[in-house]
């Protein structure tokens, strides 16, 4: 993975090369999970069963992310996972397959689109709210014993916020200086409940000084700006100089999950509008970093990849049943 | 994050002599853990008050005079944050041995321990590992309150994916630590109050026992018959196999021979050993200071039950009534499973017999 | 023959302490790095170890309340 110290056009079109890919991803996901779901939405059928939280809208946190992070720093994140998941370089192809609970998928089929693991990339995910924050702890807390720059990304919703382990994680990693970035995407919604109804405060950033850490809040939901907080939360954490909490007002252009009617959002019909991925492809081309066809040729390439890896997935071996109690232990030990 | 899977424990010597010289539980937990420290780096423990205190229950006293704070470390009180972070710790390749006081706390934490401890290693379809020691102690009879005088390994036994051990002695103490450490498994070590030998607790005598000085380990998953018998077979673990024991040695005189089954591990749970037994008695008594209904004891009757239900002449529980531990020591007294009520299971499981 | 001494572990002259716990019996063998005693004197504990090797004999019952240096075993 290439990083991008400094914010040239090649990292602008580097990070709208990785919005639409996310995108062009989260299109193909919603399309396979629907597919066989009908007539009537039955979510344990098909050949993708189960819950599914799609990220379209929130593209901007993780390509600005993305690009300060290398392979062999460490993320957590949420029942959200696939931008974030993408951003980080997670294997597509196993990616997809395990999201299609196939053999060959990162957990072999038995995490699914919630549990998905890569260690390669030292990602990982959980579908329990904010506690995916005290694992990356535990990453950040082994690179700092082992000496090295590597950092360790936490990535939240801001309902996440509320939650016991966000506070705990907050004040450790401060008390250790563990080198974490603590990422907050509100997307204004904690399901059907608005942030205002769940929220002490107008701002995660302030709760960062609670624990004696700096926070920062990006209003807009641009992925330069996520760049630039970013870019100064991580260098942070490489330099040996403790945890940040970055929030990021971002949008969460469908449904909290799909299936999701989205009765309670007044606002639904403007949402549309504030999808950010033209808005950030048309002031790129107004400023004459990439043009229509530069733009067109992204698309095309992001959707050979999605589908070569939903190919790839649909054409892999379904788990044996007579396997379901494999990997439960490891059963190996240390010399 | 490790992908590696490991040998066994190469060199590691299996249940060998005990020797002479003897240590009490506690001691030989922290000796397990200092030889462990010594021989990996990446070994170190974290947990409240574990290190100039050396833990509430003497888990680690002398580990910070020699390993020092940045192994040794105090944690603020923040369950969730530290399990959490010898999760992340383990699966970037360390062995963290992390404290849970009081296995009574793991209400505040326990989405870290069963739904991520245990499971990231099925999850990831056995791509990441998490080589980690959860140590907590457990148990009552000192008027600790319902709060603090839990045994609690039935709940932690009953959910996939970590194996549980439950040391009643201090050989056996050391090697299941020191297999627990080695393991690449997630291990919950449950330690007794009552065993540790601590001068301020009542002790039984088998609290202090002959420990190897030299590494070794005690197989994850094996029972030990504790005494041999074949009248009626009690199967047991923790405190609760001293006073089996203490009973057995009672009524040996009167011709009731009493076979003690001291179960070590709950997971994996050997259920071998204890049919083996029943085969010999025909007379199954579960003594558990757990909760009795869905529980330790539940389990191993029905293991006897579901593979050999012939077998059984009588079956019997001494165990804490699902009732939350009382304050007053004759409360308190009154629903642990005293020597006293043991005795009596034991007579009454061999009433049948026409003669002693 | 040479005498276990309970520990001084208190300023206080005539303090008393809890011989807490034997490692050893009477007529085991020990040497100087054999562990076979923990004391206590108010709270705090201290470990015993002989200063020569030989056949121990306990003089103090586990549990017994004992002034600081005072014999609590000998060692033939």
Sequence with gaps: MTLYPELTDDARREMLRMMVLIRTYEEAILREYHADKSPGFDIGAGLIPGEMHLSAGQEPVAAGLGAHLTLDDAMTATHRPHHV????????????????????GLGRGRGGHMHLFDPQTHFSCSGIIAEGLPPALGQAFAFQRRGTDRVAVAVAGEGAANQGAF????????????????????????????????????????????????GIRVEENSVEGVYNAAGEAIARARAGDGPSLI??????????????????????????????????????VERGVITAEDYASMQASAVDRVEDAIAFAKESPIPDPADALKYIFAEGARS | MTMTTGAPGAGASIEPDPGKRKLSTSKAIQEAIAQQMRADEGVFVMGEDVGSYGGIFSSTTGLLEEFGPQRIIDTPISETAFIGTGIGAAVEGMRPIVELMFVDFFGVCMDQIYNHMAKIHYESGGNVQVPMVLMTAVGGGY???????????????????????????????????????????????MFHKGVMGLGWMKKNQRSVGAVPEESYEV???????????????IVTLSLSVHHALDVAEKLEPEGISVEVIDLRSLVPLDRDAILASVSKTGRLIVVDEDYQSFGVSGEVIASVAERRPGLLTH???????????????????????????????????VADRLSS | MSEVIFPTMSEADDATGVLVTWFVDSGDDVTTSTLIAEVAVDKVDAEVYPQSAGTITLLVDEGAEVPQGSVIATIG
């Design chain 2, 143 to 189: 008027s600790d309150g319902a709060q603090h005088s839990q045994s609690l390994w039935g709940t932690f036994a009953h959910l996939p994916g970590m194996k549980v051990v439950v040391p009643s002695n201090p050989y056996d103490a050391k090697g299941l630590m020191t297999a627990a450490i080695r393991s690449n498994d997630p291990v919950v070590f």
């Design chain 1, 85 to 104: 998941a993408i951003a980080k370089g997670v294997r597509l192809r196993e990616m997809t397959a395990e999201i299609f609970g196939r053999e060959t």
């Design chain 1, 167 to 214: 506070h705990e994680s907050l004040n450790l990693a401060a008390l250790w200086k563990l080198p974490v970035v603590f990422v907050i995407e509100d997307n204004d919604w904690g399901i059907s409940v608005p942030r205002a109804k769940s929220t002490s405060v107008t701002s995660n950033a302030v709760r960062g000084a609670a624990y004696g850490m700096p």
């Design chain 1, 247 to 284: 929030e990021v007002h971002t949008l969460r252009l469908w449904g909290h999950f799909e299936g999701d009617a989205q009765g309670y959002r007044a606002d639904l019909e403007g949402v549309p509008g504030h999808d950010p991925l033209p808005t950030y492809r048309n002031g790129l």
């Design chain 2, 219 to 233: 197989p994850i998953g094996k029972a030990r018959v504790a005494r041999e018998g074949t009248d009626v077979t």
């Design chain 2, 315 to 349: 079956v019997s529980r001494v165990c804490v009534p699902d009732v939350p531990l009382p304050y007053a020591s004759q409360l308190e007294y009154g629903v642990l499973p005293t020597p006293a009520r043991i005795e009596a299971a034991v007579r009454e499981a």
